[in-house]
Nanobody, 123 residues
Framework: VQLQASGGGLVQTGGSLRLSCVAS????????MGWFRQAPGKERESVSA????????VYADSVKGRFTISRDNAKNTVYLQMNSLEPEDTAIYYC?????????????????WGQGTLVTVSS
């Protein structure tokens, strides 16, 4: 099982980016997915998570109303639409696949992790 994240880049404050994470292998359509991020000098934190069918989503308070997680099971892809970006959003963003059907903001439910994509927001 491999997870390939992409879509990061350099954007100005207030801009938008859409991250994608493509899963290879048999795992995806029955598994919850999550996005995490790690800023320089900080611990990894949960950003958002989504259930296997997209019916349940959760967000960190810091991104509520600005970020939207979604998935397309036909494409084995989970997305993170990020709007109104702030310098505090600068981090490496990682996608992860849960062992079960529901995502969670807790890292311990995730069995597979992607390599990360860098998001830099300039002020």
């Amino acid at each position: 099982v491999q997870l390939q994240a992409s879509g990061g880049g350099l954007v100005q404050t207030g801009g938008s980016l859409r991250l994608s994470c493509v899963a290879s292998g048999r795992i995806f359509s029955n598994n919850g997915m999550g996005w995490f991020r790690q800023a320089p000098g900080k611990e990894r934190e949960s950003v958002s998570a989504i259930s296997w069918n997209g019916g349940s989503t959760v967000y960190a308070d810091s991104v509520k109303g600005r970020f939207t997680i979604s998935r397309d099971n036909a494409k084995n892809t989970v997305y993170l639409q990020m709007n109104s970006l702030e310098p505090e959003d600068t981090a490496i963003y990682y996608c992860a696949a849960a062992r079960g059907s529901y995502g969670s903001r807790g890292a311990d439910v995730y069995a597979y992790w992607g390599q990360g994509t860098l998001v830099t927001v300039s002020s």
